[in-house]
Every structure is written in C-alpha cells, then in structure tokens.
C-alpha cells in the first residue's frame, strides 16, 4: 500500500494536478517504498514499448466521386440536423424573434380583439348559377358603359373639329370674296404713264 | 514539436465541405495510430487493416456531425472502438463481448502462424498483454500506447474514469508482475 499523498500511479501517468503532481514528487524523495514501486511502474512501461508500432501495410486513401457525393444543399442541411449547437442557435433565434413580435404588436385597448370564426356557407347549384350570372351580367354592364363613354367622347371630339373646319370653310370663302372685290376695283383705275413712255415722245 | 502548416481541425473543416484531399491528408495522419491501436486489441493485421479502412469511411460520412474538432481523437477512437466490437460481435454472435479474446498463442499475438513481435521481450509482453481481459488491454492500449487522458478514454470507451482507471489499474498490477522481472533480467 502506498503512502504517498496521492495515488502513486495517477502522478505516473501524468493525471494529477501541477500541484498535487509537485506534492507527491517531494514525496517520493524521502520515500523509500513509493521510489521502488515508481520504478517498477516505470519498468513495466519501457517493457511494454518493446512493442513497436508498425507501419500500416496499405496507405488508405479516398477517391471523389461525385456521383456520390451530396450537394452544398444536402451538405448543409445534413450538417444542420446533425449539429445540436446549430439546432439549438436556430430554435434560440427563432424564439427571440416570436417573443419581439408578440412585444410590438400593436393591441387594441390592451385587450385582445376575438377573432370572428369564419362564416361556412353551403350553397346549392342554382344559388352558384345566380351567384354566377349577376357577377357576369355586372361585369358586362361595367363594360358596355365603358365603351359608351369612350363612343360619346369620341362622337363630341368629333363634332368639335366638324364646327372648326365649317368656321374655317365660311372664313376662307369671306376673305375669298374680298379678294375678288379688290381685283374688281383695281381693274376700274387705270395707271398713270410712267416717266419713261413720256421721254420716248 | 512537428510544425504543420496546416492544423488538422482546418482539414477536417475543409473535409466536410466535401473536400477530399483534406481528408486524404488527415487521413495521413492518423492511419498508422489507428491501424496500431485496431492490430493491438485485435491482434490481427488483416483484421486491423480492414477495420481502418471502415472507421475512416465512417468518420467521413458523420465528419459534418463532429461539432468541435479539438475532439476530433477521442471521436475517431470512439469509431474505432466500436467497429472492433462491431466485428467480434459477427463473428461470435452468441459469445458475451467481455469474454472475446484476440487471436493468440503462448507465444504472443499470430497471424497466419507467424509471430508479430518475434523478439524475446516482445513476446514477454504480447503473452502479458494476451493475458488481459479485451477491456483491461484496451485500456492500456489507449493510455500506454496512444497517450489518451482519462476523460478521452472515458469518452472513447463510453464509460465514467472511476471505470476506466480501475480496468487500468488492474492490468498494470498484472502486468507489473508478469514483466517488470523480465525487463529487469535485461531482455529485449
């Protein structure tokens, strides 16, 4: 049985503390029977390295293959699902951002408004017909008086420029008339001799 | 102290975005500690090298499962571990794990009736070593040989320190006896 402090073989090995490490050493200098069975520890290890280690027959080596090889997609989903830390990080994230939410959402009068449950109607095929025909007939009605008020505007645009092009007519046909008044009267006068006939004489 | 200039938690980043020559050099790495610590509580190379083969297929299908690859050693040992167990369950199915017992003669661990340790303390050791119950050798399999702390041990062998520490204890109060007579004689 050992007196050493600690277990003797837990300092051999290395497992002990620094401190409980340097203990048993100071031990261990004044102790005759802890120093013979540190020795035969340490003899049984150097008996027991006369087992060398051997090198491995065949290098093992992988080929890519990318056949078989999962794409980023199914890598990172598999790492995800495979990662406690990364499962735990999302469900951590997701429940901050529900408890924000529920925090900033507005609330009427600090009370919460019940929900109106949803009316469930069941209707008959003849009620669907009708359902259908009035939201067909309404469409078409919409339709029609669309394109009543675009043949109306149409028809005022068109009697507008038909009333300018008669005032242009009647205007065109006074100035014409007064054109040939004027070349009426200037046929009436005869001119003057001009200077030059008179000196010919 | 060996200088990487690559870490292999980088490869391992790297492996499981899919890239598989980050893998192939990790894979480097650690195949011949693995392969050591499979042809010690196997005691067969065949066996060892097949198993080496399926528990690096393994821990590159579930690599993108390994959340912290400063854990990356105990994880793959953990693959490991359960492959061999996996393999001596097949083959004697109605046997209790506990009692499986490598392959081995009074003159150490065989394959294929030629001595893998040939040298006298060799032998000594390997008779030692196939002296211990399967848990008691994986224990010092792990602590002696791979250097593993107990709590990487007890994250490997799925089972608490105080569990670990007494299989390990246990065979090296075995061992002591068996070897360190011998060792003190001056065979090697």
């Known amino acids: 049985m050992s007196c050493s402090p600690f277990d003797l073989r837990d300092y051999f090995l290395k497992e002990l503390p620094d401190a409980d490490q340097r203990q048993v050493e100071a031990h261990v200098r004044t102790c005759q029977g802890c120093r013979e069975e540190l020795e035969r520890l340490r003899i049984t290890?150097?008996?027991?390295?006369?087992?060398?280690?051997?090198?491995?027959?065949?290098?093992?080596?992988?080929?890519?293959?990318?056949?078989?090889?999962?794409?980023?997609?199914?890598?990172?989903?598999?790492?995800?699902?495979?990662?406690?830390?990364?499962?735990?990080?999302a469900s951590a994230a997701m429940l901050s951002v529900a408890i924000v939410v529920y925090a900033v959402r507005?609330?009427?009068?600090g009370r919460a408004v019940p929900a109106t449950p949803p009316v469930v109607q069941t209707l008959s095929e003849a009620q669907i017909d009708s359902r259908v025909d009035a939201a067909v007939t309404k469409a078409v009605a919409v339709v029609e008086a669309r394109q009543q008020a675009q043949t109306q505007k149409l028809m005022?645009?068109?009697?507008?420029?038909?009333?300018?092009?008669?005032?242009?007519?009647?205007?065109?046909?006074?100035?014409?008339?007064r054109t040939n008044a004027f070349r009426v009267t200037a046929s009436n006068y005869s001119l003057p001799p001009s200077p030059a006939q008179g000196d010919g004489k | 102290?060996?200088?990487?200039?690559?870490?292999?938690?980088?490869?391992?980043?790297?492996?499981?975005?899919?890239?598989?020559?980050?893998?192939?050099?990790?894979?480097?790495?650690w195949e011949k500690r693995v392969y050591n610590y499979l042809l010690r509580i196997t005691g067969n190379r065949e066996d060892a090298l097949d198993l080496a083969q399926d528990v690096f297929l393994k821990?590159?299908?579930?690599?993108?499962?390994?959340?912290?690859?400063?854990?990356?050693?105990?994880?793959?040992?953990?693959?490991a571990h359960n492959e061999a167990y996996s393999m001596f369950r097949k083959r004697r199915p109605e046997a209790d794990v506990e009692e499986i017992e490598p392959e081995s003669t009074e003159g150490g661990i065989t394959v294929g009736g030629?001595?893998?340790?040939?040298?006298?303390?060799?032998?000594?050791?390997?008779?030692?070593?196939?002296?211990?119950?399967?848990?008691?050798?994986?224990?010092?399999?792990?602590?002696?040989?791979?250097?593993?702390?107990?709590?990487?041990?007890?994250?490997?062998?799925?089972?608490?320190?105080?569990?670990?520490?007494?299989?390990?204890?246990?065979?090296?109060?075995?061992?002591?006896?068996?070897?360190?007579?011998?060792?003190?004689?001056?065979?090697?």
């Not at chain 1, 507005?106 to 009068?109: E, F, K, S």
């Not at chain 2, 030692?128 to 990487?152: M, S, W």
């Open chain 2, 59 to 79: 821990a590159y299908q579930n690599l993108r499962k390994l959340d912290d690859p400063a854990r990356f050693a105990p994880w793959l040992y953990r693959i």
């Open chain 1, 45 to 89: 290890e150097a008996a027991l390295f006369a087992l060398r280690e051997e090198e491995i027959p065949q290098r093992i080596a992988f080929v890519s293959d990318k056949i078989f090889e999962p794409s980023g997609w199914q890598r990172w989903w598999g790492a995800f699902w495979g990662s406690a830390a990364r499962l735990g990080f």
């Open chain 2, 1 to 29: 102290m060996i200088f990487r200039a690559v870490e292999d938690a980088d490869l391992i980043r790297q492996a499981a975005r899919g890239k598989v020559e980050a893998y192939n050099l990790l894979v480097s790495r």
């Open chain 1, 156 to 177: 005022a645009d068109l009697e507008s420029t038909r009333r300018r092009l008669l005032v242009a007519a009647s205007e065109y046909e006074y100035y014409q008339k």
């Open chain 2, 114 to 188: 030629s001595s893998v340790f040939p040298m006298e303390l060799s032998l000594a050791v390997a008779s030692a070593l196939g002296r211990l119950t399967p848990d008691q050798r994986e224990a010092v399999v792990l602590k002696i040989y791979q250097g593993f702390k107990f709590e990487e041990m007890a994250e490997i062998l799925a089972c608490p320190v105080s569990t670990i520490k007494s299989r390990l204890y246990t065979a090296l109060e075995l061992l002591k006896i068996e070897l360190a007579p011998v060792k003190s004689r001056g065979v090697s």
């Open chain 1, 106 to 109: 507005p609330v009427g009068q």
